[in-house]
C-alpha cells in the first residue's frame, strides 16, 4: 500500500517513489518465481488526474525457478514496465440510485482505498505476464535422455546401444549363441 495524500486531489501534480519492498507470496508461475520477501525494486511516477491517479513506473525483481527441459536451477532477473490508472472511490459511483451498465462493468477498475493505492496486483500482474512461459537454462537446451535422464548438456557425446525390438530379441540371442 503506498500513501497518496501528500499528491492530494489536484490534477496535474505528481510525485515520484522509489522504494524496495519485499515481494509477496506466489509471485510468478510454476516453474519460475520470485522468492517470497526477497527485494523489489520500484520507481513510480504518480500524477493526480481528475478521475484519480496515474501510475506509471517499473519494477526489478529477481527470479529463481528451473529449465522445464533439463530441471537445472535458473537465477535471472527480470525488469517490468507497467502504468495504471487508479480511480478515486467516488468517481463513477451510481447516481440516482440505479446503476448503469459502465458501473456494473467496473469491477475491473482499479480504485483507491481512501488516500491508499494498492500496488500489489498491478506488480504481480506485469510480473507474471512479463515471464517466459517454458523457462529455459539456456537457449539450446538439449534436455534430459529419454533412456536414462542423464543431462544431455554435461555430455554431448551420450548414447545408448540401439533398442532392439522385443518381437526380434529372440533371434538376436540366436545369432550371438552362434558366434
Known amino acids: 500500500m503506498l500513501d497518496i495524500r501528500e499528491l492530494g486531489r489536484r490534477p496535474g501534480s505528481q510525485r515520484k517513489v522509489t522504494r524496495t519492498v519485499p515481494a509477496p ?3 510468478g508461475i510454476e516453474v519460475l518465481r520470485v522468492p517470497e520477501g ?3 525494486e520500484i520507481d513510480l511516477r504518480l500524477e493526480a488526474v481528475m478521475e484519480g491517479v496515474l501510475v506509471t513506473g517499473s519494477a526489478a525483481v529477481g527470479l529463481d525457478g528451473e529449465c ?3 530441471l537445472e536451477r535458473i537465477s535471472d532477473e527480470v525488469e517490468v514496465s507497467f502504468q495504471e490508472l487508479f480511480v478515486y472511490h467516488d468517481q463513477g459511483s451510481h447516481r440516482g440510485g440505479d446503476a448503469t451498465p459502465a458501473d456494473q462493468e467496473d469491477d475491473e477498475t482499479s480504485r483507491l482505498e481512501g488516500d491508499l493505492l494498492d500496488l500489489e496486483p498491478l506488480l504481480r500482474d506485469a510480473v507474471v505476464l512479463a515471464l517466459p512461459f517454458q523457462p ?3 537457449d539450446d537446451c538439449p534436455g534430459l535422455c529419454t ?3 542423464a543431462r544431455l548438456a554435461d555430455d554431448p557425446d ?4 540401439a ?3 522385443p518381437r526380434w530379441g529372440r533371434l538376436q540371442e ?3 549363441g552362434e558366434e
Open 147 to 149: 533412456e536414462c535422464g
Open 25 to 27: 507470496s506466489g509471485l
Open 158 to 161: 551420450h548414447a545408448h546401444e
Open 38 to 40: 526477497s527485494p523489489v
Open 136 to 138: 529455459l537454462c539456456e
Open 68 to 70: 522445464v527441459r533439463c
Open 174 to 176: 540366436l545369432q550371438q
Open 163 to 165: 533398442a532392439i525390438d
